[in-house]
């Protein structure tokens, strides 16, 4: 599904989303109406993650392996650090029923699942920009793909932790000197 999607059209897709551009189709004369978000500046962080997992799994290859290409080809688009896209190995969960519910044990039938992973790692990436990836991806995720999001931030070390290695760098620097 996301492979057909040509690189040009990729990208004004893209710019819509990162602009937050919507579009008004109701009146006859079709004319496209911009929203302006005023963004106010804060003294708040963003935040910082170290890490994030995206985990996708679904029941053909074929659509995870297109999803796989889109993911690429936006994080390349985005300048974003995508460092692995890893395959685990596929589940398979086999049942076998009986055709008749009462009679006729020799006859059964088997019925099997196969499902498929693909799990993409980003290395350092801001808040900011993961919601607006997370928000991108999600809206293009194609039917029969199921996603999980792992997030690893990174905290300031808070002051009372920074002030006991202190005191234990200091002692046992007491401690050598003696």
Known sequence: M???ISKPTFLLRLSNILKRQTSSFFATNTQISKTEEVVEDSDELDALYQRLLVECKGN????????EKFI????EELNLNLVSVESPPKV???WTV???AHVHK???AQYETRTFFKNFEFKHITGSTADT???Y????????????VSKEELFKIPENFSKLKERALDKSHKQSQE
Do not use: C, D, N
């Open 106 to 108: 020799k006859h059964r």
């Open 133 to 135: 990836l997370l928000e």
């Open 92 to 94: 398979f969960e086999r």
């Open 60 to 67: 053909e290859p074929a659509v995870l392996e297109s999803y």
């Open 72 to 75: 690429r080809l936006t994080a």
């Open 98 to 100: 009986l055709k008749s």
């Open 2 to 4: 996301a492979a057909s």
């Open 137 to 148: 991806i999600q809206r293009q995720l194609p039917e029969g793909i199921v996603m999980k």
